[in-house]
């Protein structure tokens, strides 16, 4: 089983900084990928954020570009992403994703964390 746990919300000012990590743990054989996504209120779709790959190849939306830098730590399995420049509308749930084939199946699996909120104050 994995495990994705995030860490690092909060409520800040607009034009603060947060920086949110995300840590996957479990029968982990291998990660093709993690990523954060957010969830604003009221709405159903997960937009993507920033997503960073095994070969530290990075896809960032041009919402994120600038602003926002995810970075990896493979040693543990952590995701972190700095949040810079926050603006109101940046108000989320973040979630953590992580691609992960497991040490007992072949293939690769999404999966998720809770989420943490931000909450970004104009």
């Known amino acids: 089983q994995v495990q994705v746990v995030e860490s690092g919300g909060g409520l800040v000012q607009a034009g603060g900084s947060l920086r949110l990590s995300c840590a996957a743990s479990g029968t982990i054989f291998s990660i093709n990928s993690m990523g954060w996504y957010r969830q604003a209120p009221g709405q159903q779709l997960r937009d993507l954020v920033a997503?960073?790959?095994?070969?530290?190849?990075?896809n960032y939306p041009d919402s994120s570009k600038g602003r926002f830098t995810i970075s990896r730590d493979g040693a543990k399995n952590m995701v972190y992403l700095q949040m810079n420049s926050l603006k109101p509308e940046d108000t989320a749930v973040y979630l953590c994703?992580?691609?992960?084939?497991?040490?007992?199946?072949?293939?690769?699996?999404?999966?998720w964390g809770q989420g943490t909120q931000v909450t970004v104050s104009s």
């Open positions: 997503e960073i790959f095994s070969d530290d190849s990075t």
């Open positions: 994703q992580a691609d992960v084939q497991t040490t007992t199946a072949p293939r690769f699996f999404r999966y």
